[in-house]
């Protein structure tokens, strides 16, 4: 049983709106630091965001302003707002999960795509 799946990927025109989610069917997620990853074909994975058990945020510069990053621990959710997407912004989006004390254990989604039309 996988540990976490993302949602809300799909087709959007630049300048438009998604929101992932990141469900979590553990019971690591409310000791987890959270994040989001992204990769676009050719290049190297990248991190976008990433979220403590406390509500701490911190994002890649590329994303600051545009993407909030947010958990709902008593849902075991993660949620990825992205606004005023950019064609650049195009990949395939994944959570991981870290646990705090034992950073060990981890843990990816599959991914979701995300794509941004010009």
């Known amino acids: 049983q996988r540990q976490l799946v993302e949602s809300g990927g799909g087709l959007v025109q630049a300048g438009g709106s998604l929101r992932l989610s990141c469900a979590s069917s553990?019971?690591?997620?409310?000791?987890?630091?959270m994040r989001w990853y992204r990769q676009a074909p050719g290049k190297q994975r990248e991190l976008v965001a990433a979220i403590s058990p406390a509500g701490i945020t911190d994002y890649a510069d590329s994303v600051k302003g545009r993407f909030t990053i947010s958990r709902d621990n008593p849902k075991n959710t993660m949620y990825l707002q992205m606004n005023s997407l950019k064609p650049e912004d195009t990949a395939v989006y994944y959570c991981?999960?870290?646990?705090?004390?034992?950073?060990?254990?981890?843990?990816w989604g599959q991914g979701t795509q995300v794509t941004v039309s010009s």
């Open positions: 991981n999960a870290v646990h705090r004390i034992i950073p060990t254990i981890t843990y």
């Open positions: 553990g019971s690591i997620f409310s000791v987890s630091n």
